[in-house]
C-alpha cells in the first residue's frame, strides 16, 4: 500500500514516545521532528511539513503531556486531526438519483483514468444508477477499445468511434445520445497526454464546454512524486477540477507528493484505486484514511464493506448488538466469514485497527492464511465461548492458561497464533466499546457514496 512505510514510521515515532519514562519538551519535539522527516522523506511538499509541525506544536499543552501515559494519545490526536486537515478538501460532489449528471474525467496519460472511469460506472451501477460512458480520447491510438473492453466487462454502454477524429463532437453526440436514453451518469473520458501541453488543456476547456459536466473528476497517479503538485494545479486552473480521484494505493510508492498535491488543489478525494480490478476502489473520507494511516483502523470504512456484502436484514441485527457494545468471540468469527468474501483482503485488512502488520504487510495469500487460522483457532472453542457477549468476561476468559492450552492443542496450532487471535479480538472489542456512542444506522450502507 502506498504510504504503508509512512504509515509505520509515524506510528512508530509515537510509540517510541510513550516508551518514554519522563516526557519533556526534548522527547515530544524529538518525537515531532521524526515524524516530520517521515512525512518529507515520503515526498510530502516542505511547506506543509512545516505547518504541521508549528500547527501541531501549538495544539500541545506540555503540562497535559506530563501525564505520561496520555502522551502519545494527546499527540497521535494532534498528528491525526492536523494529517485529516491536509487530505480534507470538503464533502465531494455526489450523485442523485432520479437526476441526469455527466461526470468528466480528465488527467495525464497513465495515470489510470480510462481504468477508473470503468470503476467509478461499475460501483455506480452496484448502487442502482443507470451508468454509460463517451470515449472522447482520439489521441491515443487504441484507447476506444480499451473503453470498450472494460465496459463491456462491466456491462456499460458505451459511445466512441474509430473513425472521428475530433474529440470535441463525439463527447457532444455522446452525451447528448445518453441524454435521451435517459442514463443517470454519463461519464465521458478524455486524452490525456504524457505531459501538459497547451493542445491537451484547449481540448479540455472544449469538451467541457459542449457537454457542461456537473463534476470534473482529475485522476491522480498515486505513485507520482513532487511534480504531483503542479501537475494537479495546472489542471485545477484550466478546469473546474470538482473532484479527484487518486490511484494505484495498491503500490510501494512514497505517496507524500499526491497527498501534497491533494491538499494544495483543496479539491475533496472521492475515491482511490487501489489494484487493476474493476472493484479495487474505494470511497475516501479522510478521517479513515489517516487513522488507517496510523495504524488506528477504519471502522466506518469496514462496516461500509460489511454491508455491502451481509444482506439487509442481518445488517440491522448486527448494527444493533455493535451499538449495544455487544461483541461476542462468534462475531468476530462471522466476520472473518464476511471478510474472506469482500475481495482484496489486504484492502479490508487495513481497516481493522493493528491489523495490517499482523495480516503479513498487506500481502493477500498471507492475509487470507491468518484468517484460516484464526477460524481453526475459534472452531476449536466451545459454544458458550463463542456466543458470551460481554466482552469483559471474554478478556477474562481469554487470559486462562488451561483453556488456551485445551484450544490451541484442539486447533492442532502455536500458541503464538493464540496470542494473535486474542490480541485482535481485544483491539477490536475496545472499538466496539466505542461505538456505544457512535450513531449508525440502523439499516442500509453505512456510507451513501
Ligand atoms: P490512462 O492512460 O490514464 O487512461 O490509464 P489506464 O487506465 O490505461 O491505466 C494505466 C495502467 O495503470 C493500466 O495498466 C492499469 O491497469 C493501471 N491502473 C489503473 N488504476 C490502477 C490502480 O488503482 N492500481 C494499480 N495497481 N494499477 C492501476
Not at 504487510?361 to 458470551?388: C, F, H, P, Q, V
Not at 460481554?390 to 476468559?397: A, V
Amino acid at each position: 500500500m502506498v504510504l504503508t512505510e509512512l504509515g509505520a514510521r509515524l506510528s512508530g515515532a509515537l510509540v517510541k514516545m510513550s516508551k518514554s519514562s519522563k516526557v519533556d519538551q526534548d522527547v515530544v519535539d524529538a518525537c515531532l521532528k521524526e515524524i516530520c522527516t517521515a512525512l518529507l522523506q515520503a515526498d510530502v511538499n516542505v511547506r506543509l511539513v512545516k505547518q504541521l509541525q508549528t500547527n501541531v506544536k501549538m495544539s500541545l499543552n506540555l503540562e497535559d503531556l506530563q501525564s505520561g501515559f496520555n502522551a502519545q494519545r494527546i499527540l497521535q490526536k494532534s498528528v491525526f486531526q492536523e494529517l485529516t486537515r491536509l487530505m480534507d478538501g470538503g464533502k465531494p460532489w455526489v450523485p442523485k438519483k432520479g437526476k441526469q449528471s455527466v461526470v468528466m474525467f480528465v488527467g495525464l496519460q497513465g495515470n489510470g483514468k480510462t481504468t477508473t472511469c470503468t470503476k467509478y460506472a461499475y460501483h455506480y451501477k452496484r448502487k442502482g444508477f443507470k451508468v454509460a460512458m463517451v470515449c472522447a480520447d482520439t489521441f491515443r491510438a487504441g484507447a476506444f477499445d480499451q473503453l470498450k473492453q472494460n465496459a463491456t466487462k462491466a456491462r456499460v454502454p458505451f459511445f466512441g468511434s474509430h473513425t472521428e477524429t475530433d474529440p470535441v463532437k463525439i463527447a457532444e453526440e455522446g452525451v447528448e445520445r445518453f441524454r435521451t436514453e435517459k442514463v443517470d451518469i454519463i461519464i465521458v473520458d478524455t486524452s490525456g497526454r504524457h505531459k501538459q501541453e497547451s493542445a491537451l488543456f484547449e481540448e479540455m476547456r472544449n469538451i467541457s464546454e459542449v457537454v457542461q459536466p456537473n463534476n470534473v473528476i482529475y485522476v491522480m497517479d498515486g505513485a507520482m512524486g513532487q511534480a504531483a503538485h503542479d501537475q494537479a494545479l495546472a489542471f485545477r486552473d484550466t478546469v473546474d477540477v470538482g473532484s479527484i480521484i487518486v490511484t494505484k494505493m495498491d503500490g510501494h510508492a512514497k505517496g507524500g507528493g499526491a497527498l501534497s498535491a491533494v491538499a494544495a488543489t483543496r479539491s475533496p478525494v472521492c475515491f482511490i484505486g487501489t489494484g487493476e480490478h474493476m472493484d479495487e476502489f474505494e470511497p475516501f473520507e479522510a478521517e479513515s484514511f489517516v487513522s488507517r494511516l496510523l495504524g488506528l483502523g477504519d471502522f466506518k470504512g469496514l462496516m461500509n464493506k460489511i454491508t455491502d456484502v451481509i444482506p439487509e436484514e442481518a445488517q440491522e441485527e448486527m448494527m444493533e448488538k455493535l451499538s449495544q457494545g455487544s461483541f461476542p468471540l462468534r462475531f468476530l468469527y462471522d466476520q472473518f466469514t464476511n471478510i474472506q468474501e469482500m475481495g482484496p483482503m489486504s484492502q479490508v485488512m487495513s481497516m481493522l485497527p493493528g491489523m495490517a502488520n499482523m495480516m503479513g504487510g498487506g500481502r493477500d495469500k498471507e492475509s487470507a492464511a491468518n484468517i484460516k487460522k484464526y477460524m481453526t483457532l475459534m472452531d476449536s472453542m466451545t459454544t458458550k465461548e463463542l456466543d458470551n457477549p460481554d466482552t469483559e468476561k471474554n478478556m477474562k476468559m481469554l487470559s486462562e492458561t488451561s483453556r488456551i492450552n485445551r484450544i490451541v492443542r484442539g486447533a492442532g496450532r502455536q500458541y503464538r497464533d493464540m496470542y494473535e487471535l486474542i490480541t485482535q479480538y481485544k483491539m477490536m472489542a475496545k472499538m466496539v466499546g466505542k461505538m456505544k456512542q457512535m450513531k449508525l444506522p440502523k439499516k442500509g450502507p453505512v456510507n451513501a457514496r
